[in-house]
């Protein structure tokens, strides 16, 4: 069986990624100051993020993101597979990834100066995104209805965890951290400009052809050709490609294909009730990310 579940500080993992001792050496890991460090919690826009990074770091060309997979170009801290890599990466930057909350996380990166690229995407299709991929994961659970998906995620008893104690741990943390905040709106209505801002944060300013070889690269449908980045290298076993595809629609508000009125209707109030103590201004989001 794939789909076992490791229970850690109270959040479940997938068993087939995690073990205990992965999840502890990522609140073990030492962050070096030129560390690059992409946070997110699932179906948010991590593999685009990934993509962005690796172009930037090599002005636009995309070889290495043609002959490497994601994984280990930017390994996650907490998956064991991951764990050797981590060990002996020498690049630098170190470009790294996490689904963990800051709750977890937190302490290893107190007075960090590793530049941490938090991306985030609409709540209502993050949920969207993620239920569909729970049909293809054989390492996640059963879906279930929609409606019980639905209730999980408001309820936050996913796997990962809740969205809205990841998004408001990390975000609530900005000031304290070498924090960017990236939206996968601002991803989809300004690719262009969202790279720009990356690589300034990075200080890899870059050229007006490399990024627009950057735009390029990552761009949905040239990703989603891409075997090193769309997950196709996974044996069916483990990623079941006849029920869906990683790269699966990519678009902003996919979720009103799925949610009746009255989801919407208790979904807004549960966001509204749970987002209240949020440092993060929605207002100051782009539209689509206001619910
Ligand atoms: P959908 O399921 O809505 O299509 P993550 O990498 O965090 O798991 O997120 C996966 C989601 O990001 C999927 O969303 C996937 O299609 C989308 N995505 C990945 N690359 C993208 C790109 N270049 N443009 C738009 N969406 C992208």
Redesign the pocket.
Known sequence: RLDVTEIFHGILFPGHLHTQDSLQLALKFLFQDTDVLIV?Y???????MQ?IVTLISNRGDPHQSQTIPNWTRAPWLEQYYCADLLKTSTSAPRVLTTHLPHSLLGPALQSSKARIIYVSRNPK?VL??FY??HKMANFLPDAGSFPEFLKQFLDGTLHFGSWFDHIKGWTSQAAALNLLHVT?EE??LDLHGTINRVSSFLQRPLLEHELNDCVKH???SS?KDNKMINYTLIPDEILDHSKGC??????IG?WKNMFTEEQNRNFDSVFKFKMQDCTLKFEALPQSLQL
Request: charged residues 20%; neutral net charge; glycine residues 8%.
């Open positions: 997110s699932p179906k948010s826009g991590t593999t685009w993509e299709d969207v995104s569909h991929f996968y991803m989809s990552c761009s949905f990703m990683f790269m699966r629609k990519g678009v996919d």
